[in-house]
């Protein structure tokens, strides 16, 4: 696609349920990242894509959080059991060479509220 | 372990006057730094890189390894720059992650 898309937009859900959070990178971008955002913090890594490689997943905060991709294609980030402090803008992003030569490209993001 | 640095929360100037985003960071191995951007009801965006040495939007940063910063720069700031700014660093190698830092505010001044 023209860029990276993330679904859904906007996600509330209570106490305990499970979400799954989609991103679509562009097409033919390798790498893919998630990064997760609260209120008045920066970016947090959480789980890296690069290929058909092993991914990175040094950032997951605990393990209810996981994550899958196939090939270079959809991700999916499931939060299982969701906690308050879940809450947060959870980016995708996606990359033809990795952060270092292009860059990132993020998508809209999707804002997660746990109540 | 990497970690970026932004002290400032918040700037506030008027158009026209110069501004200057702080970035510091720490790293022990040789780092690729970042600025990204991300104007009201947008994505967040690449603005520069260092390896670039790139001037966007009259914008630029240069890397100072001796005093670890990364602090970006534009002599007159116009109201279109309102915005936050992230800076980012990677290291070369590896999973080629970026490691943010909290974000500055910038807000222009008519």
């Known amino acids: 696609g023209a860029g990276v898309s993330q679904s859904p937009s906007n996600k509330v859900t209570e106490k305990g349920k499970d979400v799954e959070l989609r991103c679509d990178p562009i097409?033919?971008?390798?790498?893919l990242y998630w990064y997760r955002q609260r209120l008045g913090q920066g970016l947090e890594f959480l789980i890296y894509?690069?290929?058909?490689?092993?991914?990175?997943k040094s950032g997951l905060p605990s393990d209810r959080f996981s994550a899958e991709r196939t090939g270079e294609s959809v991700s999916t980030l499931t939060i299982q059991r969701t906690q308050q402090e879940d809450s947060a803008v959870y980016l995708c992003?996606?990359?033809?060479?990795?952060?270092?030569?292009?860059?990132?490209?993020f998508g809209s993001g999707t804002r997660l509220t746990v109540v | 372990a990497q970690r970026v640095t932004q002290p400032e929360k918040l700037l506030s100037v008027f158009k026209g006057a110069p501004v200057e985003l702080k970035c510091n960071y720490s790293?022990?191995?040789?780092?690729?730094l970042f600025w990204y951007v991300q104007y009201s009801r947008q994505r967040l965006q690449l603005l520069l890189r260092?390896?670039s040495r790139e001037s966007i939007k009259g914008f630029t940063a240069d890397l100072n390894k001796g005093e670890t910063s990364f602090h970006l720069k534009k002599p007159f700031a116009q109201e279109e720059d309102s915005a936050m700014y992230y800076c980012?660093?990677?290291?070369?190698?590896?999973?080629?992650?970026?490691?943010f830092g909290k974000g500055m505010k910038l807000t222009v001044n008519p």
């Open positions: 980012a660093l990677s290291s070369r190698g590896g999973s080629e992650k970026l490691v």
């Open positions: 992003a996606s990359s033809s060479q990795g952060g270092l030569a292009g860059g990132y490209t």
């Open positions: 097409s033919g971008h390798t790498a």
């Open positions: 894509f690069q290929g058909n490689s092993a991914p990175d």
């Open positions: 260092h390896i």
């Open positions: 790293y022990s191995g040789s780092p690729e």
